[in-house]
């Protein structure tokens, strides 16, 4: 059973408006969590992490908000950007971050057109 | 500095035959984690390595997987026997010893006829 769940397999949206990605998990130890964006033929590469004891972190264009309540988290990039187009996989960490593996969903597709 | 290397970038094989999957992880990093993704699917964890022991290989499918770091530094994921259930891109990261983020290599796409 999946532990982080991305239910949107794809999303469009125009350049300059907003990408909202979206992320559930169901386990309530996950401590961590973070963002990779990944082209084709290319390994993830890392884009923002939050921990689980704030509710939001923005790095420049990109803001991951966390409702633990819910278990729930989401990804905004604003303004989006053709070159924003990639996958997008959120992840989680139990306890102890690099002393264990991540758990990841299974991607959003998002393409952002002119 | 050079980020996480994977060779080869590509590999097929022929089932039954056996298979070596390099990493060299970025200088400094004492972890490192073997993942692999299937189509559709995000990494799924393999093996992880703190210094040269394995911390943890629960996510290895069965016996004919099997991961090495002997010196600290680089590692090798090495599958006997391959089935074509095992084509899929082999994913490496690394990290700093208590860092919550994981750099990743490019990855080893395996294909396995």
Redesign the interface.
């Given at each position: 059973d999946q532990q982080?769940k991305?239910n949107s397999p794809s999303l469009s949206v125009q350049e300059g408006r907003i990408s909202i990605l979206n992320c559930d998990y169901t386990n309530s130890m996950f401590d961590?969590f973070?963002w990779?964006k990944k082209y084709p033929?290319?390994?993830?590469?890392?884009l923002i992490?939050i921990s689980s004891i704030k509710d939001k972190n923005e790095d420049g264009r990109f803001t991951v908000f966390l409702n633990k309540s819910a278990k729930h988290l989401s990804l905004h990039i604003v303004p989006s950007q053709p070159g924003d187009s990639a996958v997008y996989?959120c992840?989680a960490?139990r306890p102890g971050?690099?002393?264990?593996?991540?758990?990841?969903?299974?991607?959003t597709k998002l393409s952002v057109k002119p | 500095g050079a980020g996480v290397s994977q060779t080869p970038s590509n590999k097929v094989t022929e089932k039954g035959k056996y298979v070596e999957l390099r990493c060299d992880p970025i200088s400094g990093h004492t972890a490192l984690y073997w993942y692999r993704q299937s189509l559709g699917q995000g990494p799924e964890f393999l093996i992880y390595f703190q210094g040269t022991g394995a911390a943890d290989d629960s996510g290895l499918p069965n016996d004919r997987f099997f991961a090495v770091r002997p010196e600290g530094s680089v590692s090798t994921l090495k599958i006997q026997r391959t089935e074509r259930g095992d084509s899929a891109v082999y994913l490496c990261a690394s990290s700093f010893f208590g860092g919550n983020e994981q750099f990743f290599g490019p990855g080893t796409r395996l294909t396995v006829l």
């Open positions: 982080v991305q961590y973070l990779y033929a290319e390994g993830p590469t890392f992490s996989f992840a960490s971050g690099s002393q264990g593996n991540l758990i990841f969903g299974k991607g | -």
